[in-house]
Nanobody, 126 residues
Framework: QVQLVESGGGLVQAGGSLRLSCAAS????????MGWFRQAPGKEREFVAA????????YYKESVKGRFTISRDYAKKMVYLQVNSLKPEDTAVYYC???????????????????WGQGTQVTVSP
């Protein structure tokens, strides 16, 4: 079992920044990769970024490259998503996810993750 708890969301004006955090607990030694997804009302959940627990490989949705940065602190069992230059279209509930197996891993697939947090709301005003 792996438990994930997101925090750091809030209301910010366009152009502003937030730092989202995801605290992992439980059997974190089994985690292969961590990811961030988001879901806006009326839309499907979409991939934002991912970071391998070991090795440090990172992956990003094309539209957030240069604005969002995923990072990890293995000792603290934390992953972060720094979101800069926010736009209204970034408004969504942001979810943290963890994948256990490294076999046939596709970072951007929602099916590739085993555990999910409850989400944290990010709202960007014009």
């Amino acid at each position: 079992q792996v438990q994930l708890v997101e925090s750091g969301g809030g209301l910010v004006q366009a152009g502003g920044s937030l730092r989202l955090s995801c605290a992992a607990s439980g059997r974190t030694s089994t985690v292969y990769s961590m990811g961030w997804f988001r879901q806006a009302p009326g839309k499907e959940r979409e991939f934002v970024a991912a970071h391998a627990w070991y090795g440090g490989s990172t992956y990003y949705k094309e539209s957030v490259k240069g604005r969002f940065t995923i990072s990890r602190d293995y000792a603290k069992k934390m992953v972060y998503l720094q979101v800069n230059s926010l736009k209204p279209e970034d408004t969504a509930v942001y979810y943290c996810a963890a994948r256990i197996s490294g076999v046939d891993y596709t970072p951007s697939s929602t099916y590739g993750y085993d555990y999910w947090g409850q989400g944290t709301q990010v709202t960007v005003s014009p």
